[in-house]
């Protein structure tokens, strides 16, 4: 019996929250694609301006609860899109999709509390990304299967190590923290949330005379 060619999406997202999923899909005919680990984005939504066919990719690494937040996220664009084409990009009619669309997953048969309980903040008032909601995120970030070191835990001055440069962490500035770059000597507010490394910062050599450049602010 040949596989089912939803299987690949069906084994990213609890169990339970499969069913409303597969009902929106077969009703709206979208098309929904693994996408290759991102680091500016976990989804994104496309319509082929062609045959207006649809498109949503969600990044595959993602853990089973961010994948459903970042999908059904997608989701409400598709409904915003169809209520409204030329509505902004996260304006009012795709926030007020995006509540409506969750509803069916905030259930403990679906998310663990942590999340449960911070994505039900969150829609009270949705941001364009739930990136930017540090206490989601915080609650996503707990069940990755190897959850790596954030950066707001590390104490002030440790070196770490992001996208290939070595980096001294410095005060927190509002919501980001100021960071230097040892490589070039640049200054750069960075996202507390962001993954760091520490272990590989100490086996890293010294950076060279020529100074190399850093990677772009997180957004």
């Not at 009012?92 to 403990?108: D, G, K, N, V």
């Not at 970030?141 to 440790?158: I, K, Q, V």
């Not at 960075?190 to 602010?217: F, H, W, Y």
């Amino acid at each position: 019996m040949p596989a089912d060619p939803l299987d690949p999406l069906r084994n990213r997202l609890p169990e339970a929250a499969w069913p409303p999923v597969l009902e929106w899909i077969r009703q709206h005919q979208v098309s929904v694609r693994l996408a290759r680990p991102r680091s500016s984005k976990l989804g994104d939504y496309r319509v082929d301006g062609m045959n207006r066919q649809a498109r949503i990719t969600v990044n595959r690494d993602l853990n089973p609860y961010a994948f459903l937040v970042t999908l059904v996220h997608e989701f409400a664009h598709h409904a915003a899109f169809l209520e409204a084409p030329r509505s902004e990009s996260h304006g009012s009619e795709w926030r007020s999709a995006y509540q409506r669309l969750m509803r069916p997953y905030l259930t403990p048969s679906v998310l663990p509390p942590d999340v449960l309980l911070a994505l039900t903040v969150h829609l009270r008032r949705p941001p364009a990304s739930s990136c930017s909601d540090p206490q989601l995120m915080r609650a996503l970030h707990r069940h990755d299967p190897a959850p790596g070191l954030l950066l707001e835990r590390l104490p002030e001055r440790a070196v770490f190590a992001f996208r290939g440069a070595l980096y001294v962490k410095g005060p927190r500035l509002r919501k980001r923290f100021k960071c230097s770059c040892l490589n070039d000597r640049r200054e750069f507010l960075m996202q507390p949330l962001i993954q760091v490394t520490l272990d590989q910062a100490r086996s890293l050599p010294l950076p060279p005379k020529e100074p190399i450049p850093c990677g772009p602010n997180e957004s």
